[in-house]
T-cell receptor, first 111, second 115 residues
Framework: QKEVEQNSGPLSVPEGAIASLNCTYS??????FFWYRQYSGKSPELIMS????GDKEDGRFTAQLNKASQYVSLLIRDSQPSDSATYLC???????????FGRGTSLIVHP | GAVVSQHPSWVICKSGTSVKIECRSL??????MFWYRQFPKQSLMLMAT?????????EQGVEKDKFLINHASLTLSTLTVTSAHPEDSSFYIC???????????FGPGTRLTVT
């Protein structure tokens, strides 16, 4: 059974700090990795995708993938109160491309 | 690009009635659409996956006769909740993926309340 694990949090960081969100997955043949942001009462919004080992940067967001250790992380630099949300990690394995979602990590950025 | 819409955004219905929710990909052709349900403060739960022109594949524990899914075109999928009951009250979210896409994009969701 494919599993995607995330610490539910909440992770609380001060404004301007770096928020680090982590995700581990069980299926070694996983190929595609995604981070979604979900504000309370809203649907998820895709913020990052990563497919190969290493770092991928997009603005204040950096996704890091380590397939050998089976983890993917999301760094948010210069965190803002507007970043406060639940961050969902999703992983797909080749073939069906049906993603498995983690339960999400709640991030709170306090002024 | 990659915009997915849902209609209605919220609906209140009486117990025993049926409700149809539409999911549209506005600027791309969605070969695969997914339907999720999310209860308050809980994680996303995949209900079913549908490919255009094919019958939907339902996840274990999801009643296919209660949650009717139709994916008749590359831009439209519908979910009909039949004979709704209060326990069906939830946030229903669709997502869509294009043929060459690895990423899926979510609609804004439909909040269903059954009284």
């Amino acid at each position: 059974q494919k599993e995607v694990e995330q610490n539910s949090g909440p992770l609380s960081v001060p404004e301007g700090a770096i928020a680090s969100l982590n995700c581990t997955y069980s299926d070694r043949v996983s190929q595609s990795f995604f981070w979604y942001r979900q504000y309370s009462g809203k649907s998820p919004e895709l913020i990052m995708s990563i497919y190969s080992n290493g770092d991928k940067e997009d603005g204040r967001f950096t996704a890091q993938l380590n397939k050998a250790s089976q983890y993917v992380s999301l760094l948010i630099r210069d965190s803002q109160p507007s970043d406060s949300a639940t961050y969902l990690c999703a992983v797909t394995t080749g073939g069906s491309y049906i993603p498995t979602f983690g339960r999400g990590t709640s991030l709170i950025v306090h002024p | 690009g990659a915009v997915v819409s849902q209609h209605p955004s919220w609906v209140i219905c009486k117990s025993g009635t049926s409700v149809k929710i539409e999911c549209r990909s506005l600027d791309f052709q969605a070969t695969t659409m997914f339907w999720y349900r999310q209860f308050p403060k809980q994680s996303l739960m995949l209900m079913a996956t549908s490919n255009e022109g094919s019958k939907a594949t339902y996840e274990q524990g999801v009643e296919k006769d209660k949650f009717l899914i139709n994916h008749a075109s590359l831009t439209l999928s519908t979910l009909t909740v039949t004979s709704a009951h209060p326990e069906d009250s939830s946030f229903y979210i669709c997502s869509a993926r294009g043929l060459s896409e690895h990423e899926q994009y979510f609609g804004p969701g439909t909040r269903l309340t059954v009284t």
